[in-house]
Every structure is written in C-alpha cells, then in structure tokens.
C-alpha cells in the first residue's frame, strides 16, 4: 500500500494500480447494470426519453457510490484517482444532457416523419381502392358487351326467321282466305311475342338506341294489359289505372313496354304466396318540371333489404337463384328513365312490399297520332300498283317471302343479295 501520491505520474505505480481496483471493479459494476437497464427499458416499453434520464441517475448513483466507497474504505487514495471519477462523472453528464436536450427535437421530427408516412400511405390505400373500383367497372362493362353481342347476333338471327314467318303467314292468309283466319292470327300473335323477345335482347345489347316521342302514357299501360296478365300469371292479382288527364312525356313506346314489364316480373316474383300488383299513372311534379307523370309499380311481396337496396339498378345485380334473373331488369329500367330525362326510385319495406316510381318531365312537342304511332285508318294508302321496289337482303328465305309478299301488293319487286348488286343495277 503507498502513502498519498500527490502528482499524477505517481499513479501509473503498481501500488495505485492495486488501490484503486477493487472500487474501480464496484464502480464498472455499477456502470455496466445502469445501462444494461438503460437498454432494458428502451428495448421493452420504448421509453427512450425516460430512458436517457434513467440512465444519468444511474450513472450518478454509480459514481456516487464509488466515491463513497473510496472514502469508507479506509483507504487512501490519490487526487488523480479522484479527478478521474469527476471527469467521468462530468463527461457522461454533458452527454446525456446534450442528448436529453436533443431528444424532444429528434422525437418532434420522428413523429413528423410518421405522420407524413401514414399520410402517404392513406393516400396510396385510397389510390389502390380507386383502380379496383375502376377494375371492377371495367370487367363489368366488359361482360356487359360480352352480352350486348351475343343478344346482338340473337336478335339478328331470330329477326330474319321472325320475318320469313310474317312473310309466310301473310301469303298463307291471302291463299288460303277467311277459312285459316284464326289460325293465322294465333301464329301473328306468337310471332309478336317472339318479335318483343328481340327487341328486348336489341335493347339491351345497346344496338337500339332510346327513340323518345310524345306519348300519352295511359293508351300504352291500357294495351298491354292483356300481355302483363299472362306475364304475371294468377298468382298475382293486375291493377292496371291512370288518372284522367295526363299530359304528354316524350318516351321510347318500346322501351316503355319493356320498363314496365321488366318491373311487373320483378313485383311478382317478389310475391311468391300471391298478392296485389298495382299500376298506376298520375300526375306529378318536380322542381325542375312542375308538369310530370308519375307511373308507379306497386306490390305486397317481401320487399328489399336496406343493405341492397343501393345496388338493384347495377346491371348483373341479382338475388335470385343461377338461371332466374340475370340482374339486367333494373339496369333498363334505370338506364330508359334516366335517358329520358326522368327520374326513378325505390321504396321498399322488407314484409310489406316495394313500389318503384318512374317520373318523366312533361313534353309540350305534339305527335302525328296521340301515340306518335301513325292511324292506318287515318292516312290514305297511296296506289302501290306498277311501283317498283328494290329489295337488297342477303338471307334468302327473308328475300322470298319479302318478295312475294310485295309482289302480291301489285308492286313490281327486284331482288339482289348484297349493296354492289343492287348499285351495279342502279347503274
Ligand atoms: N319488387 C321487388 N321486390 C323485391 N325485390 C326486388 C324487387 N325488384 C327488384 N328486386 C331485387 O333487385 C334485384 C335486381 O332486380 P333486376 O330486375 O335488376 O334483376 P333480376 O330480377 O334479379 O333479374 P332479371 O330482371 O334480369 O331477370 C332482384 O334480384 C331482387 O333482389
Ligand atoms: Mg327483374
């Protein structure tokens, strides 16, 4: 053991060395626990701030107690021993002090940065969501035209046969006389239907285009009652009314047909144990257009959940089993009122039945006819007699009965298969 060193060189003696050891051990100790828990606590709960302070009081009681140690030993030591332990102690508390002072700023710009980062992100799941919305419509319109093409090509096909066959039944009647009369008018009626069928699959494929003129609403509803009661069948008990009076609304005849009777199935579907299906023309007002018509389909059935309620008018939206709804009924609906400048909507209470409401804006253009369909009785037929008439139609059964059916009129008729024949014959 050395007697008290006063000079700093007198340290590097062995004798020193030996002193301060056993105090320098407690204090590394010390030291080494302090930021073992230091880390601890960082690593654990995140509490990197209070952490920083831990540790400097760690740090302070390691030193303290060095010094305490030193001077209960009973030991002597040398002022260099001591200048180091204060140097130590001075150096690790400018640098936590020095952090600590950092540590808000640094925490303020980390948090920025977060913030930003789930800004950005927000921003990239909104983007995302976007694109496969717009996917989603995509596939749709793509399944859309899928449909529109074949109905297209359908309808194309059926129209020649549908043809042939009025053809056919015209001369049969004109051959034959009063005596096949009856069932003549049974196969026209069927080919009707077949023929609306066709219009139907034209229609939704987009070929056809809306063809809106005056209409007086309440003559339509009133001639198809006859085909909505087969349509709905005796389930379904039909109301069929209008009010007096109703001004004109420019309207596709056509597309009007198929609106209403799209809606009747869709109400008598919905009434599986039977019911009351109502259908009513009224007048009607909206901001825009003070004169409007009303035409409400009501019925008693099950009525739609308010959770799909928002989606019956998407096309291919369908709640019914594969093979009896293809979800495209609403989508006319709402595609013929909204490009006629009409409105429509739902109102429906699950147990108690729906009504969906078309409205169309009142026109003041005036027709030929009430319906803007021409009155045979009307018009005067002008002489057909040594006319001639060229038909240019590449299905020859079509051309036939075309043919002889002009040709029976007392008209002249010259046919060819294609637009080049017909020019060159022009020519
Ligand atoms: N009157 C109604 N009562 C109850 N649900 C209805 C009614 N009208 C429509 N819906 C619901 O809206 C869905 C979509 O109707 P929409 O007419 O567009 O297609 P669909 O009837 O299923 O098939 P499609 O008309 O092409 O044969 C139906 O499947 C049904 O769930
Ligand atoms: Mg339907």
Same mark, same amino acid.
Request: glycine fraction near 8%.
């Given at each position: 053991?050395?007697?008290? $060193?006063?000079?700093?060189?007198?340290?590097?003696?062995?004798?020193?060395?030996? &002193?301060?050891?056993?105090?320098?051990?407690?204090?590394?100790?010390?030291?080494?626990?302090?930021?073992? %828990? *230091?880390?601890?606590?960082?690593?654990?709960?995140?509490?990197?701030?209070?952490?920083?302070? *831990?540790?400097?009081?760690?740090?302070?009681?390691?030193?303290?107690?060095? %010094?305490? $140690?030193?001077?209960?030993?009973?030991?002597?030591?040398?002022?260099?021993?001591?200048?180091?332990?204060?140097?130590?102690? =001075?150096?690790?508390?400018?640098?936590?002090?020095?952090?600590?002072?950092?540590?808000? /700023?640094?925490?303020?710009?980390?948090?920025?940065?977060? =913030?930003? $980062?789930?800004?950005?992100?927000?921003?990239?799941?909104?983007?995302?969501?976007?694109?496969?919305?717009?996917?989603?419509?995509?596939?749709?319109?793509?399944?859309?035209?899928?449909?529109?093409?074949?109905?297209?090509?359908?309808?194309?096909?059926?129209?020649?046969? =549908?043809?042939?066959?009025?053809?056919?039944?015209?001369?049969? #009647?004109?051959?034959?006389?009063?005596?096949?009369?009856?069932?003549?008018?049974?196969?026209?009626?069927?080919?009707?239907?077949?023929?609306?069928?066709?219009?139907? $699959?034209?229609?939704?494929?987009?070929?056809?285009?809306?063809?809106?003129?005056?209409?007086?609403?309440?003559?339509?509803?009133?001639?198809?009652?006859?085909?909505? #009661?087969?349509?709905?069948?005796?389930?379904?008990?039909?109301?069929?009314?209008?009010?007096?009076?109703?001004?004109?609304?420019?309207?596709?005849?056509?597309?009007?047909?198929?609106?209403?009777?799209?809606? *009747?199935?869709?109400?008598?579907?919905?009434?599986?144990?039977?019911?009351?299906?109502?259908?009513?023309?009224? !007048? *009607?007002?909206? +901001?825009? !257009?003070?004169? /409007?018509?009303?035409?409400?389909?009501?019925?008693?059935?099950?009525?739609?959940? +308010?959770?799909? =309620?928002?989606?019956?008018?998407?096309?291919?939206?369908?709640?019914? %089993?594969?093979?009896?709804?293809?979800? &495209?009924?609403?989508?006319?609906? !709402?595609?013929?009122?909204?490009?006629?400048?009409?409105?429509?909507?739902?109102?429906?209470?699950?147990?108690?039945?729906?009504?969906?409401?078309?409205?169309?804006?009142?026109?003041?253009?005036?027709?030929?006819?009430?319906?803007?369909?021409?009155?045979?009785?009307?018009?005067?037929?002008?002489?057909?007699?040594?006319?001639?008439?060229?038909?240019?139609?590449?299905? /020859?059964?079509?051309?036939?009965?075309?043919?002889?059916?002009?040709?029976?009129?007392?008209?002249?008729?010259?046919? %060819?298969?294609?637009?080049?024949?017909?020019? /060159?014959?022009?020519?």
């Amino acid at each position: 053991m050395s007697s008290q $060193l006063t000079d700093f060189g007198a340290l590097r003696s062995d004798g020193d060395r030996q &002193l301060l050891s056993p105090v320098s051990r407690v204090g590394a100790y010390l030291s080494v626990g302090a930021a073992a %828990v *230091a880390v601890l606590l960082i690593w654990r709960r995140g509490l990197f701030g209070r952490a920083i302070y *831990a540790w400097l009081a760690f740090v302070l009681v390691a030193e303290g107690a060095g %010094v305490w $140690l030193s001077t209960h030993s009973g030991q002597r030591y040398t002022i260099a021993w001591y200048m180091a332990r204060a140097e130590g102690l =001075l150096a690790n508390s400018v640098m936590l002090g020095v952090v600590a002072v950092h540590f808000r /700023a640094v925490q303020k710009r980390l948090t920025d940065a977060y =913030l930003t $980062l789930q800004h950005r992100t927000e921003q990239l799941q909104a983007q995302v969501q976007k694109r496969e919305t717009a996917e989603a419509q995509l596939a749709r319109a793509q399944k859309l035209d899928a449909v529109g093409r074949l109905g297209a090509s359908l309808a194309h096909d059926l129209n020649n046969i =549908l043809q042939v066959l009025t053809g056919r039944l015209a001369i049969i #009647r004109r051959r034959a006389g009063e005596s096949v009369e009856g069932d003549v008018q049974v196969m026209r009626r069927s080919v009707k239907k077949a023929e609306a069928l066709t219009r139907q $699959l034209t229609l939704l494929s987009g070929r056809r285009r809306n063809q809106p003129r005056p209409l007086e609403v309440a003559p339509v509803l009133a001639e198809m009652e006859d085909a909505l #009661r087969s349509l709905v069948g005796a389930h379904c008990q039909l109301h069929l009314s209008a009010e007096e009076g109703l001004p004109r609304v420019a309207l596709d005849p056509l597309e009007l047909e198929i609106a209403v009777t799209n809606l *009747a199935t869709n109400a008598c579907d919905a009434m599986n144990l039977g019911g009351r299906l109502r259908i009513h023309a009224r !007048h *009607a007002s909206t +901001p825009d !257009h003070p004169q /409007a018509i009303a035409i409400e389909v009501t019925d008693e059935g099950e009525g739609i959940k +308010p959770e799909i =309620l928002g989606k019956v008018f998407e096309p291919f939206f369908t709640t019914k %089993v594969r093979g009896h709804g293809t979800g &495209l009924g609403l989508a006319q609906v !709402h595609a013929f009122v909204t490009g006629s400048g009409g409105t429509v909507q739902v109102d429906s209470e699950v147990g108690r039945g729906t009504t969906v409401t078309m409205v169309f804006p009142a026109t003041t253009a005036t027709a030929a006819t009430a319906n803007g369909r021409l009155d045979a009785a009307a018009v005067e037929r002008p002489p057909l007699e040594g006319k001639v008439v060229l038909i240019v139609e590449d299905n /020859a059964d079509v051309r036939d009965a075309s043919s002889q059916l002009l040709s029976a009129e007392g008209l002249a008729v010259r046919v %060819v298969e294609d637009a080049p024949q017909a020019l /060159a014959l022009l020519d």
